[in-house]
């Protein structure tokens, strides 16, 4: 038998979009808590991790679904720096497509490469509003916070100094 065979999946869109929505992401606590490690060391103070920060301030009365294209209300940084308004995001190499070690797996390939390019449209589009707020946005990614830490905490430290 040659190629392979695409199984059928046995639940409907809107079923497996309920069944994802219940899986709540562990993250990547072990990178994180490597960066917590780092800003402990180099004398970081003022940070918070994990707290949900408003991108938007107007409200309206109808709130849109999510399959018409809502904007989230909010975000939920790695890490954030409140007084000066500093958010930092540890993301990951393989979901958010690293162009060095991002990869794509090859089962379902057109399912990947659409579902890696919307979590980078929705890392860009939760950029812009925070910077838009007011925010100084500072991303890393997983494979620097891993390799080389010290330069991840200078990254940070430049964006706190510039707030």
């Known amino acids: 038998m040659t190629g392979s065979t ?9 079923q497996r ?5 219940k899986i709540r992401p562990t993250g990547n606590r072990s990178t ?8 402990r060391r180099a004398g970081v103070k003022g940070w918070r991790r994990h707290v949900r920060v408003r991108l938007n301030t107007t ?3 109808t709130r849109p679904s999510h399959a018409e294209g809502a904007q989230a209300r909010y ?7 409140p007084r000066l308004r500093v958010a930092v995001y540890v993301d ?11 990869t794509a797996p090859t089962q379902n390939s057109i399912f990947w490469r659409e579902k890696l390019a919307s979590n980078r449209a929705r890392d860009s589009r939760v950029t812009a509003s925070l910077r838009k707020a007011g925010w100084t946005v500072v991303r890393i990614w997983e494979h620097s916070v ?3 830490p010290a330069t991840c905490v200078r990254r940070v430290r430049r964006a706190l100094a510039a707030s």
């Open 6 to 14: 695409l199984t059928r999946d046995p639940l409907t869109s809107r």
């Open 17 to 21: 979009s309920r069944l994802m929505a």
């Open 32 to 39: 994180e808590g490597a960066l917590a490690v780092a800003f």
């Open 59 to 61: 409200r309206s009365r």
């Open 75 to 81: 975000t939920c940084p790695d890490f954030i720096f």
């Open 92 to 102: 990951g190499c393989f979901w958010h497509g690293c162009p060095q070690h991002g």
């Open 146 to 148: 891993k390799t080389r």
